[in-house]
């Protein structure tokens, strides 16, 4: 089992910047892919940013530019630098960890982007 746990939701003003981070603990593998998704009130979970073991990065379309996504294998954590925030960012992010058929998600952490 793994437990992953979010830090670093709140309030931001639209164009605002926010980070977020998940630290796992437990049975980690070192080649796991990690990431966040979100899902805002009345949508599905959707795939924000996630990166493998190795350092590649994959994007949603709608936060290329914007937020950046990293992790120290070291730390067994994985971080989400969010700039330029607007309120349809707002929503509750999740951390994500998958390695092969496990697959652990976090409690949630909210973002709300509002002035």
């Known amino acids: 089992q793994v437990q992953l746990v979010e830090s670093g939701g709140g309030l931001v003003q639209p164009g605002g910047s926010l980070s977020l981070s998940c630290a796992a603990s437990?049975?980690?593998?070192?080649?796991?892919?990690m990431g966040w998704y979100r899902q805002a009130p009345g949508k599905q979970r959707e795939l924000v940013a996630v990166?493998?073991?190795?350092?590649?990065?994959n994007y949603a379309n709608s936060v290329k530019g914007r937020f950046t996504i990293s992790r120290d294998n070291a730390k067994k954590s994985v971080y989400l630098q969010m700039n330029s925030l607007n309120p349809e960012d707002t929503a509750v992010y999740y951390c994500?960890?998958?390695?092969?058929?496990?697959?652990?998600w976090g409690q949630g952490t909210q973002v709300t982007v509002s002035s």
């Open positions: 994500n960890y998958r390695y092969t058929s496990l697959i652990s």
């Open positions: 437990g049975s980690i593998f070192s080649g796991a892919t």
């Open positions: 990166i493998t073991s190795g350092g590649i990065t």
